[in-house]
């Protein structure tokens, strides 16, 4: 059975704190992994990753992904309360449709 | 474009009830996704379509439960009669199958609560 599992469940930093968030996959025909963040409403995208090694980066946001050993990272680094949320890892299934699996992700919060 | 559009925001209903869902896709996106989002849980995909064809409906958790998807910006998510563990926030996601920039758009979702 596919699977999606992202560690740790929650996590609590301080404001100025770097976080490094985890996530293994065991997925059949693998297409991708994404990371979304999602504060109060729906999930927003934030990186898709098919390439082993290639570092994402999107201002203090950065991930990467190892096909090898079927996992990624995002980090955060100078974390600002705004940061606060819960970060949802995903992983794409090539199929002949595109159908994602979402770990349980792990809940960010910064305090100030 | 306005995004993937859900409605209503937030549904209480009694037990035993039916509950429709609704869902506009992104126009032009050939993909439609249901998930459903517990604390428990996280988020599961329930049902989803290509070209409003029903693909993969495994994660409906029982014939309670049923979508259908009569044109290409409209989709439905039943659940008749409703029971308290329903209870949940459930999200429409849309996608372009050959886009590879971004993944889903998601909807804002719809609370659904059932007493």
């Known amino acids: 059975e596919d699977k999606v599992v992202q560690s740790p469940l929650s996590l609590v930093v301080h404001e100025g704190d770097t976080v490094t968030l985890n996530c293994s996959y065991e997925v059949t025909n693998f297409r991708s992994l994404l990371w979304y963040k999602q504060e109060k409403k729906a999930p927003t995208f934030l990186f898709m990753l098919?390439?082993?090694?290639i570092e994402k980066k999107s201002g203090r946001l950065s991930s990467i992904l190892d096909k090898k050993e079927l996992f990624s990272i995002l980090n955060i680094t100078a974390t600002q309360t705004g940061d606060s949320a819960v970060y949802l890892c995903?992983?794409?299934?090539?199929?002949?449709?595109?159908?994602?699996?979402f770990g349980k992700g792990t809940r960010l919060h910064i305090l100030p | 474009d306005a995004g993937v559009i859900q409605s209503p925001r937030h549904e209480v209903t009694e037990m035993g009830q039916e509950v429709t869902l609704r869902c506009k896709p992104i126009?032009?996106?050939?993909?439609l996704f249901w998930y459903r989002q517990t604390m428990m849980r996280g988020l599961e995909l329930l049902i989803y379509?290509?070209?409003?064809?029903?693909?993969?409906d495994s994660g409906m958790p029982e014939d309670r439960f049923s979508a259908k998807m009569p044109n290409a910006s409209f989709s439905t998510l039943k659940i008749q009669p409703s029971e308290p563990r329903d209870s949940a926030v459930y999200f429409c996601?849309?996608?372009?199958?050959?886009?590879?920039?971004?993944?889903?758009?998601f909807g804002s979702g719809t609370r659904l609560t059932v007493v």
């Open positions: 126009s032009g996106h050939n993909s």
């Open positions: 098919t390439s082993s090694g």
């Open positions: 996601a849309s996608t372009l199958i050959l886009d590879r920039a971004g993944g889903y758009t």
């Open positions: 995903a992983v794409g299934v090539l199929n002949r449709d595109d159908k994602i699996i």
């Open positions: 379509f290509n070209n409003n064809v029903p693909i993969d």
